[in-house]
């Protein structure tokens, strides 16, 4: 209501489970959604209620060899390519990473797609790579390239998703995430919890790389409020 937006009736769905079907049509009929079943995507993120595959990396990989396939790289100098690389290449996954675990065969193919694109492999004269890639990856101040392994960016993004889910603990996810996993745990204790908390996929990845959180991190009562802060060093 505030930013003026209605719901789009056709790209909005409705899920059911162990619902009588009277009940999903009534439902159905007043929300104007369609009713779907899983398996299904969300903003290109599956939606399951089974383990996921392997396949559910092939969109992202083949975007990333139809980029490859497309580019007139041969035109380009090894900077041209390094810019295409950061802007493009790196860019296409992180919003699949962000929300999965990937496989260690796929965080492999995702980098040696960049490699390959970097040094020029594909074109009529072969090409070796010069450097090292976890160099390469290395800031510009530490005679890197600035550019983002896609193992460590895994890693990485796994301990983000836990800071914010403390940071942000009134947000409507961040409620379901405490409602579900965390209703035996007082807020002042997020930050310390341990065990075998299993869930969904997303919740999954911040649950098993939260150590980082754990290690740089600490809580101060503010205002008579709890407040997270990362360790400056």
Known sequence: MAAGTEVSLTKSKVFFFNTDISIQRNLSRILSFQRDHLPS????????????????W???????????????????????????????????????????????GVLQKIRNIQRDILWGKGEEKMKWALVAWDKL?????HDGLGLHDSNILSKVLGP??????????????????????????????????????????????????????????????RNGKLAWFWEDN
Not at 41 to 56: A, C, F, M
Not at 199 to 220: C, D, M, P, T, Y
Request: glycine share 4%.
């Open 137 to 141: 990856c290395k800031p510009k101040t």
């Open 160 to 221: 983000k998703l836990w800071w914010r889910w403390l940071k942000e603990i009134r947000n409507p996810w961040a409620k379901l995430w405490k409602q579900k996993y965390a209703m035996d745990w007082q807020e002042t204790d997020h930050i310390t919890m341990a065990g075998h908390i299993r869930g969904s996929q997303i919740w999954n990845k911040a649950w098993e790389n939260r150590a980082l959180v754990q290690k740089h991190s600490f809580s101060k009562i």
């Open 41 to 56: 995507n969300y903003l290109g993120i599956p939606l399951t209620d089974k383990p996921l595959s392997k396949d559910v």
């Open 58 to 104: 092939e969109s992202v990989i083949n975007n990333l060899k139809d980029k490859f396939s497309k580019w007139t790289i041969k035109s380009l100098n090894l900077a041209g390519k390094l810019v295409l690389t950061k802007a493009v290449l790196q860019t296409i996954p992180i919003y699949m990473l962000l929300a999965l675990v990937a496989p260690t």
